[in-house]
């Protein structure tokens, strides 16, 4: 059964813009508060908008061993009531906040390798997940590929290399779709995962984040590659 979401105020101690339009949130936690979550899930933030109570969810971007703090990864969208709102917050606001929600989350123990998918801010539950996996010493393969418009738009990309540079398996895989000096793949996320992974599926687990149309594609993609359903685990940003 879900467990049941718990209500504090919480104060934001650290604001750092990671693009133009992506800022992470440091979100500090009083001492008695119950923080615990699973790596991928969710909290909500309460606001009142036309007078009305108005809540949205945002993934958890950090590992739940952070002691009473959490950390959140969020895009200004355009015209977007609680991503405006969030951008105006300066260091010292304090928000209403619940959590945890949410059944995206590793499944445990890892008996397979590990496929982690993300688009845009899609990466904050898979960072939450993998600084877990890390902390807990996981053996497996773990592949992270993360797909975006501009090479200037890959978020966390110096934490990406230092995984790859202490962990002999963390396979970091960007795709740029629109790169001006990139390199690297330009592929679809689906269509990096075909081509890494097409007749070597066994002994895989696939968690996929981003909006509705990335993941609905790469669901498409991991079904015509015959992965079995419950191998396939997905957070959908509507
Ligand atoms: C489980 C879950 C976890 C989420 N985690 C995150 C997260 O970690 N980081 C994050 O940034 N967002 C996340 N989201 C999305 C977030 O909840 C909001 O939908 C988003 O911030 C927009 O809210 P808003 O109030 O600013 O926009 P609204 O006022 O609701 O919408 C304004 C307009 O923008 C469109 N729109 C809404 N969302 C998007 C989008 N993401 N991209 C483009 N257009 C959009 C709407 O269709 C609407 O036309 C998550 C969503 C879900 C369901």
């Given at each position: 059964m879900a467990e049941k979401p718990r209500f504090y105020d919480a104060a934001v101690s650290r604001i750092v813009s990671l693009t133009d339009t992506v800022k992470h949130f440091v979100i500090d936690y009083?001492?008695?508060?119950?923080?615990?979550?699973?790596?991928?899930?969710?909290?909500?933030?309460?606001?009142?908008?036309?007078?009305?109570?108005?809540?949205?969810?945002?993934?958890?971007?950090?590992s739940p061993s952070l002691d009473h703090q959490i950390e959140l990864c969020i895009k200004l969208v355009e015209g977007g009531f609680v991503s405006t709102w969030f951008f105006n917050l300066k260091e010292g606001d304090v928000l209403r906040?619940?959590?945890?929600?949410g059944v995206f989350t590793l499944r445990e123990p890892w008996e397979?390798?590990?496929?982690?998918?993300?688009?845009?801010?899609?990466?904050?539950?898979?960072?939450?997940?993998?600084?877990?996996?890390?902390?807990?010493?996981?053996?497996?393969?773990?592949?992270?590929?993360?797909?975006?418009?501009?090479?200037?738009?890959?978020?966390?990309?110096?934490?990406?290399?230092?995984?790859?540079?202490?962990?002999?398996?963390?396979?970091?895989?960007?795709?740029?779709?629109?790169?001006?000096?990139?390199?690297?793949?330009?592929?679809?996320?689906?269509?990096?995962?075909?081509?890494?992974?097409?007749?070597?599926?066994?002994?895989?687990?696939?968690?996929?984040?981003?909006?509705?149309?990335m993941c609905k594609a790469l669901k498409e993609t991991l079904i015509g590659m015959n992965i079995p359903r419950e191998k396939i685990h997905f957070e959908q940003f509507t």
């Open positions: 009083p001492k008695d508060a119950d923080t615990r979550f699973i790596a991928g899930q969710f909290m909500m933030v309460h606001l009142q908008k036309d007078g009305q109570p108005h809540k949205k969810p945002y993934s958890i971007a950090s906040t619940s959590l945890p929600y397979e390798n590990l496929v982690f998918v993300g688009t845009g801010t899609g990466i904050a539950p898979l960072r939450g997940m993998i600084q877990n996996l890390y902390e807990k010493g996981c053996a497996k393969e773990i592949w992270l590929i993360f797909g975006n418009r501009y090479e200037t738009d890959i978020l966390y990309l110096d934490e990406w290399r230092e995984l790859e540079k202490r962990h002999k398996n963390f396979h970091f895989i960007p795709t740029v779709s629109r790169g001006k000096n990139w390199n690297g793949e330009t592929a679809y996320v689906q269509d990096v995962v075909k081509k890494l992974f097409a007749g070597k599926t066994a002994g895989l687990d696939f968690y996929g984040c981003g909006l509705v149309p």
